[in-house]
């Protein structure tokens, strides 16, 4: 069966076509650009380690308040042990230190970059690290992501610490005219902040920083979602304050959307990418990789972590190969799983309630992913 396909892919597509379906030639155009044969492998290009689960920060947004995790850091021999299992993958050019603590308070944070220093590193960080720290990303690092939803509240009292590492950056950038690290700002928008967001634009300029991530909060209560700045139908506000940030032409701005399209794309999956946790858990994606709450357009589910296998007892490659994974990769890859989102019978199904089916009997479920819609968007 073919189900997605692009017109410069095989020659021979149409005649398989017209086996399938009883007719000669081409398939209609419309059915060219959307085919893609079933079956395809994932080529690895990029994995996300996550080091720790720890944060130096407790940040309102974040949904550590609602997961299960317990906290901690991953061994070193685990890490050396992915150093190399990775080695299986030549398509592998990237690995970025991530997920949902913060990389720098890893105690092994410099024996990691070492161990990984012949791939392009790529790292998110709240920026709250010490100028040794800050001095060794500069130097080892290809392309880094601050957050910086507390440098306009600052309600822990750490802007001043984020400013000093924004400083050590600029000033390495302008001292050696290196161009790497390239610098970004990540940022969640929300109906309350988005003012402040012009702000944190002139501050970026200040610095050099020409990179911003903008995603939508991801409610983890009910009141959060009051606060939401994207919309289920038409969403003229958001619209225009769009047209407000293009106006910051000297700054590449990758946007999320502002209101419901029909169109879905998982990253993770789109790019090759794949997520290794600090205990070892191997996940398609950062929404899988821990239970936890969220809200979905005014709905509660509860997302359940959901791991295709652990390294220490499997390979990487046995993992990503296997059965299981390589299902759930084709399935996300060509769309064939349900929409929940504008289902008309979400109202009285029990299946939206959390990620472990869909009513496909795909597992997990991702019918009502608020990635796949780019609402919630990752550097």
């Not at 070492?114 to 960080?125: G, K, N, P, Q, V």
Request: hydrophobic content about 30%; aromatic content about 14%.
């Amino acid at each position: 069966m073919f189900i997605c396909k692009t017109e410069s892919q095989s020659s021979d597509f149409g005649l398989e076509w017209g086996k399938e379906n009883g007719k000669t030639g081409q398939p209609p155009k419309s059915k060219r650009l959307l085919l893609k044969k079933r079956g395809n492998k994932m080529e690895l290009k990029r994995i996300y380690i996550e080091l720790t689960n720890r944060c130096n920060l407790n940040c309102e947004m974040c949904f550590r308040h609602t997961w299960d995790t317990v906290e901690g850091d991953m061994d070193l021999e685990l890490l050396k042990s992915i150093r190399e299992q990775v080695k299986a993958f030549p398509s592998l050019k990237e690995v970025f230190f991530g997920g949902i603590g913060e990389p720098t308070v890893y105690p092994y944070f410099k024996e990691a970059v070492e161990l990984f220093a012949d791939y392009d590193l790529f790292m998110t960080s709240n920026g709250i690290m010490s100028d040794e720290k800050a001095k060794l990303v500069c130097e080892k690092f290809t392309e880094v992501y601050f957050s910086a939803d507390q440098y306009h509240e600052d309600s822990q009292g750490v802007k001043d610490q984020l400013i000093n590492t924004f400083e050590i950056f600029a000033d390495y950038r302008k001292r050696t005219h290196s161009s790497t690290p390239k610098v970004g700002i990540a940022y969640v928008l929300t109906k309350s902040n988005s003012e402040a967001l012009f702000d944190i634009m002139k501050m970026m300029r200040h610095y050099g920083f020409h990179r911003l991530s903008l995603s939508h909060l991801l409610p983890i209560n009910a009141k959060d979602t009051e606060d939401i700045f994207y919309n289920r139908y038409e969403n003229p506000e958001g619209k225009a304050y769009l047209e407000k940030i293009f106006t910051y032409r000297d700054i590449k701005i990758n946007i999320p959307d502002m209101e419901l399209k029909t169109e879905r794309r998982c990253s993770f999956i789109d790019k090759g990418y794949i997520y290794v946790d600090a205990g070892g858990e191997v996940m398609s994606c950062y929404r899988l990789a821990n239970s936890y709450d969220e809200y979905v357009f005014g709905d509660k589910k509860r997302v359940l972590k959901h791991s295709f296998g652990n390294v220490k007892e499997n390979s990487l490659n046995a993992i990503i190969e296997g059965k299981d994974y390589q299902n759930f990769w084709n399935t996300v890859y060509n769309n064939q799983y349900p929409s929940c989102i504008d289902c008309d019978l979400r109202g009285g199904c029990s299946l939206v309630e959390d990620t472990k089916y869909d009513c496909y009997f795909n597992t997990p479920s991702c019918s009502d992913c608020l990635w796949v819609r780019n609402f919630i968007r990752c550097p």
